[in-house]
């Protein structure tokens, strides 16, 4: 976080729009999908399901290899998602931005450690595959006990995607 580290700037800016130049294109493309999706799902902020789902609707060649590796198919795995974190008919469409005010606790925290994990890797900004990194990682992962329940580890999800990165960067 930027309390750690003064001469790191946190992610998000004072006014809690994110800071562009601490978030690749995809990346930055991923959120607004996530954004969108929390709203399609009647939330009335975006949760670590609609990060997910972002990285899902948009994917970038790591998060492809990623859904090969694991043997899905991520425009199903999107629409799963979709309808178990479907909220029911609400009176308005709910009105979100891509503001911390508009972000869970859980998704700034993911924010926030996907950009450590990118300076840690030696880049400036946040990629998808970041994001999907410190998603699976993430104590209490919602995302991770969805796939836990049909069978498949956190740590298989993790070790999928670490391989999925590597193969993509060297492509």
Known sequence: MAGSDPDRQDIFLPGGHP???????????????????????????????????????VPDAGVKLWGDRLGADLGKLLAQFQELFQQEEVECTPLLMLNREFLSDNVMRLLREAYMRAVM?????????????????????????????????????????????????QS
Do not use: Y
Request: proline share 2%; hydrophobic share 45%.
């Open 19 to 57: 800071r562009r130049e601490c978030l690749s294109d995809a990346a930055a493309q991923v959120l607004c999908e996530a954004v969108r999706l929390a709203r399609d799902t009647r939330w009335d902020s975006v949760r670590s399901p609609h990060l997910f789902m972002g990285l899902l609707a």
């Open 121 to 169: 890797h030696h880049r400036d900004a946040v990629t998808p595959m970041d994001l999907l990194i410190t998603l699976l990682t993430a104590t209490n992962s919602i995302v991770a006990d969805c796939f836990e329940r049909i069978g498949i580890t956190a740590a298989k999800l993790t070790e999928l995607a670490v391989l999925a990165e590597q193969q993509s960067t």
